[in-house]
């Protein structure tokens, strides 16, 4: 047996090893078994699961894994309940509803479908506000809100109106010069001046160094109210919850690091081409087909840029006649991609199934506007992981519908994949679909794999095709050479086929869904309002208040942690809120002090909306509690029972 096949053997077995977890979705352990697991404790450098003797019989080598991560003592063939893990289990990939066993096939469709009602169930989940969760904030918050963007943007006309009369100067680039019109109109720019320009400090901070739980920040100040800015000279160390460094890859050194100084010594930084002339290397086919078994698929294409890989791909996709359903809170680089296709645009509401089978019923029947010809075709685009709202989507629905209308499905998967799924491969993989039910999978590397760039998976038809006809691949610059060996080398690591760090991305994955659950749960215990699924590594927390968004973040870098705030338009009007990105590179402590300080800011900016409500029952708890170990007590007294009874 080869190296390769050890490693991806000895990865296999102990992918789904199924311990006992506390309610923050740590393994309990004993002292001797915290030496054994192989996720808590990972060698450094390489596994003795991965130094079996070749000569050994697959059945002795099972022995030897299972020896070496099972308790001890344990009986041969006893399995740990799994109905005692918390709904955060393994990786923060787990399958939404809770199940009753873990399944230990690691093939691309291993788990089966999930119903469609299980989906809808997930969806009422108290970690996803709910419109009745809104209709549950107080009146009083949501009518100041309003008022206050009606304040600002009414004294915002007025500063403009006497400021042209006052000092017309400040406006010459506003008005018509020699002839020409100006490039922006005041109405236009209005927000940018008036409304942005207040809180421009809390975005576009400078940094420096990695990324990574920590990171770097150049302090600056402003002197004109934020119309220009200075470095003081002075940097701050901040804890890092604004990066998408979901599993930790954005580092300066370790394994990634080293393979990516090997392959700049070997292959240079750049070919200086696109992949249609002299930049299709074999580093960039070895990665495509990696990229390709990692999602499920037959063949993938790899686009040096994020936002040009939906940008640039849609219009090779569909055209004039075609229909384009998309999610009415879709990424920017969807939307652009739409446009620039020249298909008819609709849109659905938000991750509604029934919203999209009206609109493809409405669609199919009427066709074409005023020809009423059938579609040349209908793609349907969502993201697997909404990054401003850290919902997935309601893919099982959207499949069955594919299955009944017969349209495209396209699937953005750019926060989802690597972050979501038992083994990290996105939100196929969360619900247990089957890679080859959605037609095009799309993803960035810049998440979960600390690189840059975006790759598109499907068919090796739809793959072949794209190469040809797709403006990213013929037009734009193929992937440099350190970025594809990040990509590869963090890849393998997931999957497992890194012989000296078999075990290390699955203990990310297992560290990313630890981390998110406990700082989600820690949230809503505080009685913040935050929206999400669980398992997103993405949390948002609603401030809705303008006032209170620069404040929050401000607030926070004051006690050295850096967040993105985010509002108006990137966000409806009335649910201005922070988001938080939790990375496995966060230890406890970093989360504990997160959550500290978060809390002393929600109690002084009045952010805890449910805190009644918790308290409400956490006290309710207590009594039915106290309740109900009086009538346990009572019963145990009427029978004579002497010894204490023990509630489960």
Not at 71 to 80: N, S
Not at 520 to 547: H, Q
Not at 628 to 646: D, E, H, N, S, Y
Request: hydrophobic share 40%; with cysteine.
């Amino acid at each position: 047996m080869g190296k390769g096949k050890r490693a991806l053997q000895a990865y296999k077995s102990t992918d789904f090893i199924e311990q006992v977890r506390d309610a923050d979705g740590l393994v309990i352990l004993d002292q001797k078994q915290q030496q054994q697991h192989p996720f808590k404790a990972a060698p450094p450098t390489s596994s003795s699961l991965l130094l079996l003797s070749e000569a050994a019989s697959e059945k002795e080598q099972q022995q030897l894994l299972q020896t070496a991560s099972l308790a001890k003592g344990e009986k041969k063939g006893q399995q740990t309940a799994v109905s005692e893990i918390p709904a955060g289990v393994l990786s923060s990939s787990l399958s939404p509803p809770p199940s009753s066993t873990v399944s230990a096939n690691t093939g691309a469709a291993a788990s089966p479908p999930v119903a469609a009602e299980s989906t809808s169930a997930n969806k009422n989940d108290d970690s996803t506000p709910s419109s009745s969760e809104l209709e549950a904030v107080p009146s009083f918050i949501l009518v100041t809100t309003y008022l206050s963007y009606l304040m600002l943007i009414v004294f915002a006309h007025l500063r403009d109106f006497f400021g042209k009369l006052v000092s017309p100067e400040n406006y010459v680039q506003l008005r018509e010069q020699n002839g020409y019109a100006p490039m922006v109109s005041d109405f236009e720019s209005l927000w940018t001046r008036r409304l942005y320009g207040r809180i421009r400090d809390c975005f576009n901070r400078p940094i420096t160094g990695v990324a990574g739980g920590h990171v770097t920040l150049l302090e600056r100040v402003s002197h004109d109210f934020n119309r220009s800015f200075e470095f003081t000279g002075r940097v701050r160390e901040t804890l890092n919850l604004a990066s998408y460094n979901y599993l930790g890859f954005a580092q300066s050194h370790g394994p990634c690091a080293d393979k990516v100084e090997q392959a700049i010594r070997a292959n240079g930084l750049t070919h200086g081409s696109t992949r249609a002339e002299a930049g299709r290397t074999r580093q960039l086919v070895e990665t495509e087909e990696m990229v390709a078994r990692f999602v499920g698929a037959e063949a993938a294409l790899i686009v040096s840029m994020g936002y040009a890989t939906n940008a640039l791909n849609i219009p090779a996709l569909v055209s004039k006649g075609c229909l384009i359903l998309s999610d009415e809170l879709n990424h920017s680089s969807l939307v652009s991609g739409a446009r620039l296709s020249g298909a008819t645009i609709r849109v659905f509401e938000h991750n509604n199934a029934r919203s999209l089978e009206r609109e493809l019923r409405r669609s199919i029947s009427q066709g074409q506007p005023r020809t009423h010809r059938p579609w040349k075709k209908i793609l349907v685009v969502v993201e697997g992981l909404y990054s401003m709202e850290g919902e997935t989507c309601c893919l099982p629905e959207i499949v069955e519908l594919r299955r009944r209308y017969g349209f495209y499905l396209f699937v953005d998967e750019a926060h989802s994949i690597g972050a979501l799924g038992k083994r990290g491969r996105g939100v196929c993989d969360y619900f247990g679909v089957d890679p080859r039910e959605v037609d095009v999978l799309m993803g960035t590397f810049t998440k979960s794999f600390g690189a840059a760039g975006g790759y598109i998976a499907g068919s090796r038809a739809l793959i072949d095709y794209m190469r040809l006809h797709s403006h990213s691949a013929v037009y734009a610059e193929a992937m440099s050479v350190p970025v594809l060996a990040q990509v590869s080398s963090s890849m393998r690591m997931i999957m497992g086929e890194d012989r000296e760090h078999a075990l290390e991305g699955q203990q990310r994955l297992d560290q990313l869904a630890i981390n998110t659950r406990y700082f989600a749960r820690r949230l809503r215990e505080m009685g913040f309002m935050t929206m999400g699924d669980p398992g997103s590594p993405v949390i948002p927390l609603l401030l809705f208040s303008p006032a209170k968004i620069p404040a929050f973040s401000r607030e926070c870098l004051r006690r050295n942690i850096a967040v993105v705030v985010v509002s108006y338009p990137a966000t409806p009007i009335i649910t201005g809120r922070v988001r938080f990105c939790v990375s496995a590179s966060h230890t406890r402590e970093d989360l504990d002090y997160a959550l500290e300080q978060v809390s002393e800011i929600g109690d002084l900016l009045m952010l805890k909306f449910h805190k009644n409500a918790v308290m409400a029952a956490a006290t309710e708890s207590s009594v039915a509690g106290a309740v109900a170990g009086a009538v346990a007590g009572a019963v145990a007294t009427v029978g004579g029972i002497q010894q204490p009874m023990k509630l489960e």
